[in-house]
């Protein structure tokens, strides 16, 4: 696609429940980020993908969240026994490994 | 480290009055500055960046920035404020991770156009 595409844009979890969010990068781009945002709030770094490589993922607020690329493409963020607090637009990027990041439109997850 | 400030989580401007965001940053190295503009519900666009050369660098929707090393500042300007400005601002550092463009953001400012 032309875009960075993200799915699902809005998700509603009870506490406890496993969610995964997707993002599909544009085509060739060899960077991906994952971005936090609470309401509010700026975003905030979870972690990064070169290819498939996870070269950072100190942003990642808890062993719960889990980030994968396994292709080097598509990426998926992972989210096990959802609390409020991950309450958030969750955002992805990504660029050529250089220059302007590409931002989706997010993931918006609410947790009951 | 990079690190970002914007001075003001709301600004309130006439339309047809002049804009400015400040934005205020630290790094360890030169730094890449960016502007990037949220409309409700949508993600990120970016308005404009400084990477090197000239330090006024202009972008989309007559905004422009200058960046000031002794400042160490990137403050948003546009002339004449227009209804459809009204959004939420972000500044952010580049700190290169990997050769990458990988951002960190102030908190942002919502700007409000009153009529």
């Known amino acids: 696609g032309a875009g960075v595409s993200q799915s699902p844009r809005y998700k509603v979890a009870k506490r406890g429940q496993d969610v995964a969010l997707r993002c599909d990068p544009i085509?060739?781009?060899?960077?991906l980020f994952w971005y936090q945002q609470a309401l509010g709030q700026g975003p905030e770094f979870l972690t990064y993908?070169?290819?498939?490589?996870?070269?950072?993922k100190s942003g990642l607020p808890s062993d719960r969240f889990f980030a994968e690329r396994p292709e080097g493409s598509v990426s998926t963020l992972k989210i096990q026994r959802t609390q409020q607090e991950d309450s958030a637009v969750y955002l992805c990027?990504?660029?050529?490994?250089?220059?302007?990041?590409?931002f989706g439109e997010g993931s918006r997850l609410t947790v009951l | 480290a990079q690190s970002v400030t914007q001075l003001g989580s709301h600004v309130s401007v006439s339309e047809g009055a002049l804009v400015l965001l400040r934005c205020n940053y630290s790094s360890s190295v030169p730094p890449y500055l960016f502007w990037y503009v949220q409309y409700p519900n949508q993600g990120l666009q970016l308005l404009l960046k400084y990477t090197t050369g000239a330090t006024l660098v202009k972008g989309i929707n007559g905004f422009e920035a200058e960046f000031k090393k002794s400042e160490t500042s990137f403050h948003l300007t546009k002339p004449s404020a227009h209804m459809s400005d009204a959004a939420e601002y972000f500044c952010?550092?580049?700190?290169?991770?990997?050769?990458?463009?990988?951002?960190?953001f102030g908190k942002g400012t919502h700007l409000i156009i009153q009529p």
């Open positions: 085509s060739g781009h060899v960077s």
């Open positions: 990027a990504s660029n050529l490994g250089t220059g302007e990041l590409f």
């Open positions: 952010a550092v580049s700190d290169r991770k990997g050769g990458a463009d990988g951002l960190t």
């Open positions: 993908f070169q290819n498939e490589a996870q070269l950072d």
